[in-house]
């Protein structure tokens, strides 16, 4: 029997944990049942023992031609299909399953995942081409599958019988997760994607849009195995792992023991990334976070709103002043990136609310600050209740608010304009020393953003790709309209920021006149040869090599010389260092 387990991932340097999780709990779960020996579990089309199923993966993306998956799919001829089912690639997974029983009408078809599991009745009826749905963590439910036990003794799943009818099975308890099986054991099917790992299962919140607080029984795997499998990251010299756990620091002891062993065993190259709680902190959990090398870790922060009525209304705990403050102190240190999220469309948050909201965030200063819009997701309390919050949402995935109560149509379409002003000139690094002095013109950030986003409009600049250096362009000529006194000031901010993010040796427009002599670069490039003072490291290079590594720039309205430096860059936002040049006499 050969089994496919299908991920259609958002992009190709995303990877699909959980169907390397289903393999590899059967693998094991399989060699138990039969007391053998495992086999190895090759290449797609590599044959295993005869008394094993051939548990084959196949990951996808959404934005490949639906015919070449289709075709892949039946290319591997399998007996049994198992998707895996997110809001981002249900549709796209709905389309190929009814195509792929046209080709395949013996092939048994079964979907899991959070997509399906919480409505798995509407999802047999709306499919009749599936046998059944696999619903919640789906590990020993998969294992059960392929083992071939009757489909009326498998709990956690909701299928068709041989007549036809809908069965609804019993959940399943929640498993051990020490019994997961480390899927990263071959690290050649993740080359050049993103490493995901969870070391806890569960959340210990409620809050009412969110699908992990029906998980309600919150268990970690063990220390020692979370240590053996940190240090293959680490061997392995992976870019970037980022931890699924909802909540990371939800337990201070499992936390502390993890960031202590990354510390001490860090090698300056990998990266991990954790969903924390910032409010729950503590002087420890502080003290050594800012110990961490510039990069080690990064912290994703959910805020959603800083509304009392609306965080208590999607029963989430919050202490925002707290939750400040320890953002303020970890960035006091500057070795941590920090992503800070909202949401709108949220319960008792119009668009006055959410400005408060995010002027709040805003002022923190956080390296990204992400602004998203409520998704209305089945099962959760949040869709239960929009009735009450006369709310409405899209009918497809990934089911979007379009307006509440308090929030219209009209208001989204704003804070939509809204979020692609803030992606474009905050989020995107580039200005980060021209938007603080833009900011003095408004009564506060949120409404400069609401400006400039009309300003876009108004210009048809909206419906435009712009290449990089127009977007100086773009942001120099706005402020020249709102700010006409700080217009050269502006001007020169922006050739900072460019010159801090490109090593460009075709001068942009926008930055004007270069201000240097030919005779002032000649002289301060034959110093430096020589001398090194401002570029160590830079010995054996010649004058001219060192100019074309580096950026030599004069600012008249600072009074200053600036020499940037891309050989030495910031771990957290990739500038290059500025060395301020000190006058001769």
Request: net charge negative; charged share 30%.
């Amino acid at each position: 029997m050969k089994i496919l387990l299908i991920a259609v991932n958002a992009k190709y340097i995303h990877s699909n944990p959980a169907v390397y999780s289903l393999r590899a709990y059967a693998q094991s779960f399989l060699h138990t049942q039969n007391e053998r020996q495992p086999v190895s579990v090759g290449k797609c089309g590599e044959k295993e023992s005869a008394d094993f199923p051939e548990i084959v993966i196949a990951e996808y993306t959404i934005n490949q031609q639906e015919d070449d998956i289709l075709r892949d799919i039946y290319k591997h001829a399998p007996d049994m299909l198992c998707f895996s089912c997110y809001i981002w690639n249900i549709s796209c997974i709905e389309r190929i399953v009814r195509e792929i029983r046209k080709v395949l009408p013996q092939t048994i078809i079964w979907l899991g995942g959070p997509e399906v599991s919480y409505d798995a009745e509407a999802v047999l009826e709306r499919l009749p081409e599936i046998s059944g749905v696999m619903k919640g963590e789906g590990e020993e439910t998969f294992a059960c599958l392929t083992s071939g036990e009757p489909l009326e003794e498998i709990s956690g799943i909701t299928y068709r019988d041989s007549k036809g009818d809908i069965r609804v099975n019993p959940w399943r308890h929640v498993m051990d997760l020490n019994k997961v099986p480390f899927i990263y054991q071959d690290m050649t099917d993740f080359e050049h994607r993103i490493i995901y790992y969870e070391s806890s299962r569960g959340c210990p919140f409620q809050c009412s849009y969110c699908l992990s607080s029906l998980d309600k029984k919150l268990r970690f795997r063990d220390l020692q195995l979370v240590k053996r499998e940190l240090q293959f990251f680490i061997d392995c010299e992976v870019p970037q792992v980022k931890f699924v756990d909802r909540t990371f620091n939800c337990n201070h002891r499992h936390a502390m023991e993890v960031w202590r062993y990354i510390l001490e065993h860090d090698r300056g190259i990998t990266n991990f990334h954790f969903e924390i709680a910032a409010d729950l902190l503590n002087e420890e959990e502080l003290q050594l976070i800012s110990r961490m090398r510039p990069g080690l870790i990064q912290l994703e922060i959910g805020v959603q709103s800083v509304n009392p009525e609306t965080v208590k209304e999607i029963r989430r705990e919050m202490d925002f002043a707290r939750v400040a403050a320890n953002v303020k102190r970890i960035q006091s240190n500057g070795n941590v990136h920090q992503h800070l999220d909202l949401i709108a469309g949220l319960p008792f948050e119009n668009v006055d609310s959410f400005r408060r909201s995010f002027n709040a965030v805003y002022e923190l200063r956080p390296e990204q600050l992400q602004l998203g819009f409520l998704k209305v997701l089945k099962g959760s309390f949040m869709s239960e209740n929009k009735e009450s919050y006369g709310l409405v949402s899209k009918s497809e995935p990934p089911y979007e608010a379009l307006y509440t109560r308090w929030l219209s149509y009209e208001d989204v379409l704003r804070l939509k304009a809204v979020e692609e002003m803030v992606e474009v000139y905050y989020n995107s690094g580039q200005f980060a020393e021209t938007l603080p002095v833009l900011e003095k013109g408004f009564s506060d950030a949120f409404s400069m953003y609401e400006r400039l986003a009309e300003y876009y409009e108004i210009h048809g600049f909206h419906r435009v790709s712009h290449a990089r250096a127009a977007r100086y362009d773009i942001l120099l000529t706005f402020a020249m309209e709102v700010m006409p006194d700080e217009g050269e000031q502006i001007r020169e901010l922006l050739t900072y920021d460019y010159y801090l993010r490109e090593n460009a040796k075709n001068r942009p427009a926008f930055a004007g006149e270069y201000q240097m002599k030919k005779e002032e670069l000649r002289e301060f490039y034959g110093k430096e040869s020589r001398e090194h003072r401002y570029l160590p490291g830079y010995e054996g290079y010649d004058r001219n090599q060192l100019r074309k590594m580096t950026h030599l720039e004069h600012f008249r309205c600072f009074g200053k010389t600036i020499l940037f430096d891309y050989s030495r860059r910031s771990a957290l936002n990739g500038q290059a260092i500025a060395i301020v040049i000190e006058k001769e006499g």
